[in-house]
Nanobody
């Protein structure tokens, strides 16, 4: 079971950038596909981005493609989300978690959380 702690959120103006980090406790981190999720008030949690265990495959929600970049450092048991050109609609609580992947030979088609076991998250607020 991966226990994750998210950090790096904050208040930023539209067009700004933030880098989220997720530090995981499990010794098997480098075997686990991981993902970032977000939940805005009154909305369902959605997957933002997912990455395969070695970083070779990545998935992005359409609305964040070209603006967000997911990466991981398995030596540090850490997952990252670089968020650029932030928009007010990116405002949400962001979470990381181990994920399942549905893949083709060349890309991740879909991803989702392995379990409903969420950390405290990190709040991202983007002002106009």
């Amino acid at each position: 079971q991966v226990q994750a702690v998210e950090s790096g959120g904050g208040l930023v103006q539209a067009g700004g950038s933030l880098r989220l980090s997720c530090t995981a406790s499990a010794s098997t981190f480098d075997d686990d596909p991981m993902g970032w999720f977000r939940q805005a008030p009154g909305k369902e949690r959605e997957e933002v981005s997912c990455i395969s265990y070695n970083g070779g495959y990545k998935y992005y929600l359409d609305s964040v493609k070209g603006r967000f970049t997911i990466s991981r450092d398995n030596a540090k048991n850490t997952l990252y989300l670089q968020m650029n050109s932030l928009k007010p609609e990116d405002t949400a609580m962001y979470y990381c978690a181990p994920v399942w992947l549905r893949r083709s030979a060349t890309e991740i088609k879909a991803c989702g959380p392995l379990a409903a076991d969420w950390g405290q998250g990190t709040q991202v607020t983007v002002s106009e």
